[in-house]
């Protein structure tokens, strides 16, 4: 049953997607700005969930406020989380009541939110790729 309403709604968005397990979709469709979105149904939930950046060794007080700033006004559905050290975006649904509308309206916020945040959040992924350079030229040296 569960299965079925999740899977219908992702045929019936046209999305490209592959089924990791029973319970659980990977959405990746650039056509649709939507890149390794995890839909997951955990009973009575349905999880929507994507890994945005690795949070960064600097700057993280600035980052997270600005991200508590988003989630305030600007994030439609969902809300951008810290998972051991990785920044994600997340919303779930009542998987009994969510309807195709509801389903949809989700994944368009998380389009909406990846393409207008990225510029914001792009500062912090450079300044976490150029520590981790760093680090690694350090250890080479």
Do not use: C
């Not at 299965?3 to 592959?18: A, C, G, H, S, V």
């Not at 779930?92 to 990846?114: C, I, K, P, V």
Request: hydrophobic residues 45%.
């Amino acid at each position: 049953m569960e299965k079925n309403k999740i899977e219908q709604y992702l045929i019936d968005l046209m999305l490209t997607y592959r089924e990791i397990s029973p319970d659980l979709w990977l959405i990746d469709d650039p056509e649709h700005n939507l890149a390794d979105i995890a839909v997951m149904y955990a009973d009575p939930l349905v999880v929507f969930r994507v890994v945005v950046m690795d949070a960064p060794r600097t700057n993280r007080l600035e980052l997270f406020t600005r991200l508590l700033e988003l989630n305030a006004n600007d994030v439609l559905h969902g809300a951008y989380a810290l998972e051991d050290d990785k920044i994600v975006l997340i919303n779930t649904q009542d998987y009994e009541t969510m309807d195709y509308g509801e389903f949809r309206s989700t994944l368009d916020a998380f389009s909406l939110a990846l393409v207008q945040h990225y510029p914001i959040l792009s500062k912090y992924r450079q300044e976490t790729e150029a520590a981790q350079e760093a680090a690694q030229k350090a250890v080479q040296e």
